[in-house]
Nanobody, 126 residues
Framework: VQLQASGGGLVQAGGSLRLSCAASGRTSSSGPMGWFRQAPGKEREFVSVIDWWSGNTLYADSVKGRFTMSRDKAKNTVNLEMNSLKPEDTAVYYC????????????????????WGQGTLVTVSS
């Protein structure tokens, strides 16, 4: 599976950005896709994930109510709408894909994902 993320950039606090991730090579048995981020000097952390078949989503508490993840099954693409951005959202955002389905409660575990995109930088200025 290959993933191509896009949509990062520089935005002022309170602004919005939309990230997209196009996947190639996923199959009919593929599992969830997720977004993770890594800020300078910090460990990678979970942002959001979507169950490919049900459309159910899971969000980190820090982005809940501000970020919305969606998927376009026909285009094999996931999107992340980010609103009310804060300086602490500044990070490199990575999309990830898992080859097999997994329990909803485990979808936020980075170590369960098989493929990762190249990352896209989001910078939020204060």
């Amino acid at each position: 599976v290959q993933l191509q993320a896009s949509g990062g950039g520089l935005v002022q606090a309170g602004g919005s950005l939309r990230l997209s991730c196009a996947a190639s090579g996923r199959t009919s048995s593929s599992g969830p896709m997720g977004w993770f981020r890594q800020a300078p000097g910090k460990e990678r952390e979970f942002v959001s994930v979507i169950d490919w078949w049900s459309g159910n989503t899971l969000y980190a508490d820090s982005v809940k109510g501000r970020f919305t993840m969606s998927r376009d099954k026909a285009k094999n693409t996931v999107n992340l709408e980010m609103n009310s951005l804060k300086p602490e959202d500044t990070a490199v955002y990575y999309c990830a894909s898992r080859n097999r389905r997994v329990n909803t409660s485990s979808m936020n575990r980075a170590e369960l994902y098989d493929s990762w995109g190249q990352g896209t930088l989001v910078t939020v200025s204060s």
